[in-house]
Structures are given as structure tokens and as C-alpha cells.
T-cell receptor, first 114, second 114 residues
Framework: DTAVSQTPKYLVTQMGNDKSIKCEQN?????MYWYKQDSKKFLKIMFS???????INETVPNRFSPKSPDKAHLNLHINSLELGDSAVYFC?????????????FGPGTRLLVL | AQSVTQLGSHVSVSEGALVLLRCNYS??????LFWYVQYPNQGLQLLLK??????LVKGINGFEAEFKKSETSFHLTKPSAHMSDAAEYFC????????????FGTGTKLQVIP
């Protein structure tokens, strides 16, 4: 069974469209994260949720809106997609939001905006 | 503020040779340090982490890292490289503050030459 899963794996879309990426974890973790990895492999945190509450919100455009319907899911909705949004988006989870916790990553969603 | 610097975006070693991937951190308080590995088209996977216990940390797949406060370093080593070690390696740091906000380095791509 996949611990952290993301759908879709690949997403190709036009500028201006709205798209969503879904993430689910079956590890029973309390905390979930979204990361963006750019073309140079630089990985930067976007959001973090603990027990469905937002605890980290980095300087991400308002076009990005995370939603956590329950502890096992953290979805990412992106409005008005731009070329610069092209990247690999990773979802991750950890048991708690304590600093020494290991994060478990999903396989990534490769977003290409044309 | 916290940061990590990985020296060398690409490292090539021969199969069977020593692997040394360098990571230096910047932190005003004692940090927690991690090494993650990313295989092609996959998410990140934890190799090992330092959480202020033993300074020499052993991880999976024969990797280990030593925390050296005087040098602000957390270099990753493996005595003998295998072809399967070819991947991207990320050093990461996080600090206290009540919740986990991990800062990743820019990554080092390890190539293993047969």
C-alpha cells in the first residue's frame, strides 16, 4: 500500500486554467505538507497543516489554496495558472509537527503549464 | 534564520569508491539535520537524521553522517558506492519553534561510474 499518494502524477494544462492536485496519506499522521520543486531541483515548503489546521503558509501567491477535508487528505487548488507554476509538487506527511519528525513524501505531481 | 549549503551540485565516484557529500548549516540555535535521497521520478526518502543524540548517525543503505558543531557540518559518507546509490541527495535543517519548518539544500546529484 502506498503511504503517501498524489493524483494526478502528470498534469499538462494551459495558462489561465484552474487545477487541483490531491494528496492522501494512510499512515495515520497528523501533519501534512505541500512542497514545490523547481527545474533546478530546489525544494521549498508552501504549506503545512496539522490536524486540518494551517500552521505554515509561506509566501505563496493567493492563487494557491490548500484544503484539508480531514487529517488524511491535503489538496492543493491552483487558480489562473501561470508559466512559472510549472514544477513538481510534492505532498508529505509526518506523525506530528515536532521538529525532529521524519517526513514521508509522495511521488510528486509534475505540472507543466503551456 | 536557518540554511544549509551543499557543496557540489554534481559528484561522480567510481563503483566501490568512497562517497562524500558535503553539507554545511547555518543556525543560531542547535539544529536538527536530515539527509534525504530522491531517486529519479520519485519523492524524497529519509536516509538519516541528527536530533542532538549521538553525533555520528547511521542511516539506511550503509550511509552515515557526522555532526560537527565546530565546523557547522553534517557531511554524508558511504565507504563503498553501489550503482544503486545514483540519485539526488538533499541536506535539510530545521530548528525549534513549536512546529517543523524544514529548509532544504539545493541538492547534490551523485553519479556512480561502473
Amino acid at each position: 500500500d502506498t503511504a503517501v499518494s498524489q493524483t494526478p502524477k502528470y498534469l499538462v494544462t494551459q495558462m489561465g486554467n484552474d487545477k487541483s492536485i490531491k494528496c492522501e496519506q494512510n499512515l495515520g499522521h497528523d501533519t501534512m505538507y505541500w512542497y514545490k520543486q523547481d527545474s533546478k531541483k530546489f525544494l521549498k515548503i508552501m504549506f503545512s497543516y496539522n490536524n486540518k489546521e494551517l500552521i505554515i503558509n509561506e509566501t505563496v501567491p493567493n492563487r494557491f489554496s490548500p484544503k484539508s477535508p480531514d487529517k488524511a487528505h491535503l489538496n492543493l487548488h491552483i487558480n489562473s495558472l501561470e508559466l512559472g507554476d510549472s514544477a513538481v509538487y510534492f505532498c508529505a506527511s509526518s506523525q506530528e509537527d515536532r521538529i525532529q519528525e521524519t517526513q514521508y513524501f509522495g511521488p510528486g505531481t509534475r505540472l507543466l503549464v503551456l | 534564520a536557518q540554511s544549509v549549503t551543499q557543496l557540489g551540485s554534481h559528484v561522480s565516484v567510481s563503483e566501490g569508491a568512497l562517497v562524500l557529500l558535503r553539507c554545511n548549516y547555518s543556525s543560531s540555535v542547535p539544529p536538527y539535520l536530515f539527509w534525504y535521497v530522491q531517486y529519479p521520478n520519485q519523492g524524497l526518502q529519509l536516509l538519516l537524521k541528527y536530533t542532538s543524540a549521538a553525533t555520528l548517525v547511521k542511516g539506511i543503505n550503509g550511509f552515515e553522517a557526522e555532526f560537527k558543531k565546530s565546523e557547522t557540518s553534517f557531511h554524508l559518507t558511504k565507504p563503498s558506492a553501489h550503482m544503486s546509490d545514483a540519485a539526488e541527495y538533499f541536506c535539510a535543517v530545521t530548528l525549534g519553534g513549536g512546529y517543523q519548518k524544514v529548509t532544504f539544500g539545493t541538492g547534490t546529484k551523485l553519479q556512480v561510474i561502473p
